[in-house]
């Protein structure tokens, strides 16, 4: 997909009325020494991202101290005795995440504390967190575009601390082409994950990529106002100060801690037409799309159980717009795509009955059995005051009706006929129980702490209902 609105993201960075993280001023902020370990260059990437200490959780003085020294630290070179040496004694006594003893972190704080940090930044670790977000969760959006807008404005304070003059102006323009860079990456990938699984037109995706972008641009605004006097209040951290000032993970965090992010609805952006909510909500239901894309893909589910799931995750669509969890523009949204999101599933099963050819005998969709049934649910999901237990029987009725005359109509296809009967007549019937292994009675367990049954102890029915009470606990926290 391409969309002509690749703006200058760097205009993200000095669009900001009256704060400008890009100006000269301070620049020259050169207040802290340099000296410090050899190794701060070539600090290794974190890999998980989202489990990272200061994602959404406290980031301490000690957090701080103890990434430093897994990163210098667990640097391991094949043809250095002392590095392999390292790395098998801590294997030995069971330390796999290589964290320090309380003497090792006592003495590297000492060290810290005496030299202080030094000024360079780990562009390549920078460049690793934005590749961590390439497969973003939509319940994690907004946390993921905070986090990174924080660290670009960490990142930037910290160029003015240390650097002057030329060396300061190539600094400055290697973050600006890696945020460019990246950050468009980011966003073009979640605004072609919403298009590829809902079915939302280019001009649609063009809005939800200006809205992205201009939620971006608020949280830079409002970052680059508060990280001075972050820096002062860091800065007189007791003995710590003079190492924390450069550390610019902590500063980032310290940011994220003080100016959250915005709850419930949230306002869209000037710029924007969807707010952080709306898309987040989007990519919930594009995530819900996806996995039924998927099983049409696979062969999975046929038409009439494509159109029970499809009404479902409506159902679930309507109830959030209904609620006013988002805003009018999301609505229109996600109705007016509803069709082609349909129709992405549909037209993979018809790629996948083609490929099958005699093993299915037919290898067209049949759309009627789809929509008839689709329409049985929403249509008594409305008719009865948004009853889904209804809606559910009411698409069953339908569905037994409808999958009869189409086997009546094609006698030979494979998934009518003797299979599809089967599947209605057990769709109210508890299984029957039987002889489990351990690790089932073990997910049992662990399911009836969270008051959830596995889905292989209740019928089909039972879990459409039980799947919807789940929805309704979970849209209570939106």
């Known amino acids: 997909m391409q969309i002509d609105i690749f703006r200058e993201l760097t205009g993200i960075l000095d669009s900001c009325e009256g704060v400008d993280p890009f100006s000269e001023t301070n620049a020259a902020k050169n207040t802290f020494p340099r000296e410090t370990t ?43 005795t002392e590095s392999m040496a390292r790395l098998r004694a801590r294997l030995q006594c069971g330390n796999f995440y290589m964290l320090p ?33 390439q497969e973003m969760f939509p319940e994690k959006l907004m946390w993921s575009l905070d986090y990174m807008a924080s660290r670009c404005i960490s990142i930037m304070e910290k160029l003015k601390r240390n650097f002057a003059g030329s060396e300061l102006v190539e600094q400055k323009s290697t973050l600006r ?59 007189h951290t007791a003995q710590d100060g003079i190492w924390l000032c450069n550390h610019d993970a902590y500063i980032a965090a ?3 801690e003080v100016v959250l992010p915005p709850c419930g609805p949230g306002l869209t952006p000037v710029e924007g037409t969807y707010s952080i909510h709306d898309l987040t909500v989007a990519g ?29 995750a409506d159902m679930q669509e309507e109830t959030l717009i209904q609620r006013g969890i988002v805003s009018s523009n999301m609505a229109a949204l996600l109705r007016s795509s509803r069709t082609q999101g349909h129709s992405i599933a549909l037209n993979a099963m018809g790629e996948r009955l083609a490929a099958d050819g005699s093993k299915s005998l037919l ?110 606990k979970g849209i209570e926290k939106l």
């Open 38 to 80: 050899k190794r701060n260059s070539r600090l290794v990437p974190l890999i998980d991202i989202f489990s990272l200490k200061g994602f959404r959780c406290k980031y301490s003085i000690v957090d701080a101290a103890t990434s430093l020294w897994q990163r210098e630290h667990t640097i391991v070179w094949r043809d250095e």
């Open 101 to 133: 003893s309380e003497k090792e972190l006592k003495t590297y704080l000492g060290h810290l504390r005496e030299n202080g940090l030094d000024g360079q930044i780990d562009w390549r670790g920078f460049i690793a967190e934005f590749k961590s977000f």
């Open 177 to 235: 082409n890696v945020w460019k860079v990246r950050m468009s990456t980011l966003i073009n990938q979640y605004t072609q994950f919403l298009q590829r699984n809902l079915g939302i037109s280019t001009l649609e995706a063009q809005a939800v990529w200006v809205s992205l972008a201009a939620y971006i641009d608020q949280r830079i605004c409002i970052y680059g106002k508060a990280v001075e006097q972050i820096q002062v209040t860091v800065s």
């Open 254 to 256: 310290r940011l994220r």
């Open 284 to 312: 919930q239901i594009a995530q819900a799309y996806k996995f039924l894309i998927e099983y049409a893909c696979d062969g999975g589910q046929n038409e009439a159980q494509l159109a029970l799931n499809f009404a479902f």
């Open 363 to 472: 290898t067209v969709v049949d759309q009627s059995v789809f929509q008839g049934i689709y329409e049985a649910v929403l249509n008594a999901y409305h008719q009865n005051g948004n009853d889904v237990a209804e809606a559910i029987r009411a698409g069953v009725s339908y569905g037994e009706v409808v999958t009869a005359q189409a086997h009546k109509e094609n006698p030979k296809v494979s998934r009518w006929g003797r299979s599809m009967n089967r599947y209605w007549k057990r769709f109210y019937v508890v299984p029957a129980p039987k002889n489990k292994t351990p690790s089932e009675r073990q997910i049992e367990k662990m399911l009836a702490r969270i008051d959830r049954s596995p889905h292989k102890s209740n019928s089909t029915y039972q879990n459409y209902i039980n799947e919807w009470e789940i929805f309704l």
